[in-house]
């Protein structure tokens, strides 16, 4: 029985897709003390630009899979062998990157309807455990690096979107730049939030893309909102998405107007951030807000850390 999933990779992969790409990856994971070694073949005539040499992969099939990590929208496999160094496998999906298995290939916008595993243009293929996964991209824009475990390409990122706390959204409250830009920037709030998802958390939190000097107030909402769409997003990856949200219209910008939300609104479609972007414009209203309030916030902050610092009594 083969099922496949009906959501599908409509774009460049997000962290939905990606978290799913890792859960595809575990069952090659083995057991603590495994000696199970892992099988690689690279299928492909045409490599990605970023792509270990076959002297590596020669040298990586000595190796086992010790875990499957993701951070935003970055896959590290970590692989260990005994009495060789530690080595991490990063996967960057790019834009039309993907892993599947036999019988669990989400669908491509790219290639409408091939389901077929392997898929085309698969350019990895790991087995081991008895189980298999391939890494397939069509446009070659991802890569495959191997890295030394003193090398984290995670460091780059900013906190992981699913997993962080409200904590890491402090900085867009009295931002000069928009939200939506500051969202996609993977190094600056959180990481692993792409073109759809932003346009869904802004929909569901009726906030204007190009919004700027956000209120503390519509931080916890965007916090709620990036918790609430990841965390459905990621467990209805194999059905369907609910039928109230923008996802299902973001898409139909080719049919001009007349496209509505489920409340009947208009959906409109403007440039944010550099990106196209689905917004619904009588609730999602651009606020003009001055700096001043902002800077005055700061100058109150630094003042208060000036008196603080006072109070603390002098060391001789």
Request: aromatic fraction near 8%.
């Amino acid at each position: 029985f083969f099922h496949f999933f009906s959501f599908r990779i409509a774009r460049m992969p997000e962290l939905v897709e990606v978290e799913h790409f890792r859960q595809l990856l575990l069952p090659l994971v083995g057991t603590s003390g495994s000696t199970c070694k892992l099988r690689i073949e690279t299928p492909s005539p045409t490599k990605p630009k970023g792509f270990p040499n076959d002297k590596e992969w020669d040298e990586l099939r000595k190796y086992s899979v010790k875990a499957v990590v993701r951070k935003g929208k970055l896959l590290r496999i970590e692989l260990e062998c005994r009495g060789r160094d530690d080595r991490h496998l990063y996967l960057h999906m790019g834009m039309t990157g993907r892993v599947s298995c036999p019988g669990r290939v989400m669908k491509l916008e790219s290639l409408k309807g091939d389901c077929a595993y392997p898929p085309p243009h698969t350019h990895l293929i790991l087995k081991s455990n008895g189980h298999e996964a391939s890494y397939s991209d069509p446009r070659r824009f991802g890569k495959v690096v191997l890295r030394p475990i003193t090398e984290d390409e995670f460091v780059e990122l900013a906190p992981d979107a699913l997993r962080t706390d409200g904590s890491a959204y402090d900085d867009i409250v009295g931002n000069t730049t928009g939200i939506k830009k500051l969202l996609l920037d993977q190094r600056a709030v959180v990481s692993g939030i792409g073109n759809w998802i932003c346009d869904e958390v802004l929909y569901q939190a009726q906030i204007h893309p190009d919004q700027t000097m956000l209120t503390s107030q519509e931080r916890d909402i965007i916090v709620a909102k990036v918790k609430f769409v990841l965390e459905t997003a990621v467990a209805h990856v194999e059905d369907d998405l609910p039928s109230d949200w923008m996802f299902h219209r973001r898409w139909d910008k080719r049919k001009g107007g007349g496209v509505k939300d489920v409340e009947g609104r208009a959906v409109k479609w403007i440039t944010s951030a550099g990106r196209s972007t689905a917004i619904c414009p009588s609730i999602q209203k651009l606020k003009p807000r001055k700096q001043a309030a902002a800077k005055s916030k700061r100058k109150r902050k630094a003042q208060w850390a000036t008196k603080q610092e006072k109070k603390q009594p002098k060391t001789s």
